[in-house]
């Protein structure tokens, strides 16, 4: 049984935790004692009905206000998929707990208030997740109960979104009308739209094909740490290097580059948890030892010898700004890249990014949720692809020295 991640976006009361809740309820996922909590504390807030959103909205915060505040996962299986699901806060201030819960997913639902159809945060979560470089798409346009069913209406909004997805860089976008609070839709079909001959939501995510979404081309081993138990007389003279593959496949014998450095070996051997194997695959753990003894530490990264990432003290990123104190030419933060924590430097800004309308424009500084190009400049190389060819090594996280805050999260461009 594959694995797949999903991550909900939308606008503030558009029904994200409501349609997880019923996701969970619909497919038995939710414990009995659970539930029961549940319904008592629906029935404390004036519901006579259960409020499924209390399933996914655990902090008194969230259940006072009725909205999403950090983010929250979630787990359920079927007998095709087993998922894990990020419930991600809608409101503005909180578009760093999105970042943080899409940049894991393979699948994004965007969900659309049928009656107010597509607003500015709807508009920014759909362009985060094509920065975030998530593969597949699903708009949900909920509420179709409090529209009537109306095909109309439905239509009209997937005009609007198709017009403006055709600037995102996402192939694959699903439009599904539902009604989270009714179950129209989501794990069934719905009687009410029988102008709708699409499947429902969760057939939909079941058959999702994410097989091609794995990079097993490019091998990139960040190395987290060297092994060296010297427990007994087996193991005193092993040394391994442990990380978890961002791509590719590694083969016993392969000739590997260890990078920065530039010096090359072979694979001697591969440890996996469960014992030596032949070959090893993104995103498996593993130990990997080398023929030679060279100098291999944490935040190198062990690569095929004639396919390597690129090494440099540059990066040309596109950044996501998630703190009240703007940054801009000069200003010093940490990057944190792989297992890689190295100071920097914003060394320019070259444009903003307008994410109702995708346009650019100039800017010399970068505000509050704000999206713009950047070259960044650090004090060591990092070794990183474009991200998208490689989403582990393309991303980065920028943190103020001084506050240990992380202030941004950036992916790497194609020069």
């Not at 008194?60 to 087993?82: K, L, N, S």
Request: charged share 25%.
């Amino acid at each position: 049984m594959d694995l797949m991640r999903l991550a909900t976006a939308g606008s503030v009361d558009d029904g994200k935790s409501t349609l997880i809740g019923r996701l969970l309820y619909e497919t038995g996922s939710v414990f009995d004692d659970q539930l029961d909590a549940t319904r008592v504390a629906s029935q404390r807030m004036g519901s006579d009905e259960i409020n499924l959103a209390l399933l996914t909205d655990g902090l008194r915060a969230e259940r006072e206000q009725g909205i999403t505040i950090d983010v929250a996962f979630r787990y359920f299986t079927t007998e095709r998929r087993a998922f894990i699901i990020a419930d991600t806060p809608g409101h503005v201030q909180y578009t760093r707990n999105m970042v943080t819960g899409a940049s894991t997913a393979d699948l994004a639902v965007v969900l659309v208030d049928a009656r107010s159809g597509l607003t500015e945060q709807s508009r920014r979560h759909a362009f985060l997740c094509s920065l975030l470089g998530v593969r597949h798409l699903v708009v949900a346009v909920n509420k179709m109960d409090l529209v009537g069913y109306d095909a109309g209406v439905f239509r009209r909004i997937c005009e609007s979104f198709r017009d403006f997805s055709g600037r995102l860089e996402i192939s694959d976008i699903t439009l599904i009308p539902m009604s989270a609070l009714r179950g129209d839709n989501v794990v069934r079909s719905s009687d009410a739209m029988p102008w709708y001959p699409g499947p429902p939501l969760l057939h939909h995510l079941e058959n999702v094909h994410l097989a091609s979404d794995q990079n097993l081309v490019d091998v990139r081993l960040p190395v987290q740490c060297v092994i060296r138990p010297r427990a007994d007389d087996h193991h005193h003279d092993y040394r391994g290097y442990a990380g978890q593959l961002a791509g590719g496949v590694l083969r016993v014998g392969d000739e590997v580059t260890v990078l920065p450095g530039g010096l090359t070996t072979r694979v001697a051997g591969i440890d996996s948890p469960a014992g030596p194997v032949d070959e090893a695959f993104a995103p498996m753990s593993v130990t990997v030892r080398l023929v030679d003894d060279i100098d291999v530490s944490r935040g190198d990264m062990i690569a095929r010898t004639g396919n390597q990432p690129t090494v440099t003290q540059d990066l040309d990123a596109l950044v996501c700004h998630m703190d009240r104190t703007p940054i801009g030419p000069g200003t010093r933060l940490l990057l944190k890249h792989a297992n890689n924590l190295v100071p920097a430097i914003v060394d320019d800004i070259r444009y903003q990014i307008d994410v109702n309308t995708l346009h650019r424009r100039t800017a010399d500084k970068l505000g509050f949720n704000e999206i713009g190009r950047m070259r960044i400049r650090t004090t060591r190389a990092v070794m990183c692809d474009s991200y998208r060819r490689n989403r582990t090594t393309g991303n980065f996280v920028l943190i103020d020295p001084r506050t240990k805050r992380t202030v941004s999260a950036g992916i790497v461009e194609d020069r």
